[in-house]
């Protein structure tokens, strides 16, 4: 497993489908966990630690309102931790001054509101950095999206 996709509830699943979608397309193993910084910070811990002894690279975490989660997990692990700010109120934006705020020394990497698909984008990043069969993946995605964007829009547009 290289990865992990924590999310604070069950209602949090489907704006968190796109880090899982990502991850899918490069061949990236993960697992998913609904884990709570308020309600169960025992078992959070207990699963940070046990990610990081089986080697886990980054953790995606999203979260919405307080949106404490992606901040917790960067203050109990070394590793990457990518926040993604889901919309619960105020169309997500304190989700994302939640996250993105973080106290100088402790920071979490930070997409767009419900933009967990680019979350995991930025984790593959990451990887790719290390592993050169995820490099050779995201530079084969990246050539043909600019090959798909060229065919897509080249025969110009009608106003």
């Known amino acids: 497993m290289k ?18 979608v990502c991850l ?12 709570s910084a308020h309600r169960v910070p025992e078992k959070l811990t207990e699963v940070i630690q ?3 002894l089986e080697g886990c690279e980054f953790i995606i975490a999203g979260a919405g309102l307080s949106a404490h989660l992606p ?3 960067a203050s109990k692990t070394i590793l990457p931790v990518i926040g993604v700010p889901l919309d619960a109120a105020f169309q997500g934006m304190d989700s994302l001054f939640s996250i993105v705020q973080m106290p100088k020394a402790i920071p979490v990497a930070t997409v767009g509101v419900n933009n967990s698909y680019n979350a995991a984008m930025l984790g593959v990043q990451i990887l790719a950095l290390k592993y050169p069969d995820i490099k050779n993946k995201l530079i084969e995605y990246r050539k043909n999206m600019k090959e798909k964007f060229i065919a897509d829009n080249s025969g110009g547009v009608e106003l």
């Open 3 to 20: 990865c992990a996709i924590f999310f604070g509830s069950r209602s949090d699943q489907d704006k968190m489908k796109g880090a899982a």
């Open 24 to 35: 899918q397309e490069f061949g990236i193993e993960y697992e998913a966990h609904i884990l």
């Open 50 to 52: 046990r990610l990081e």
């Open 71 to 73: 901040g917790v997990v």
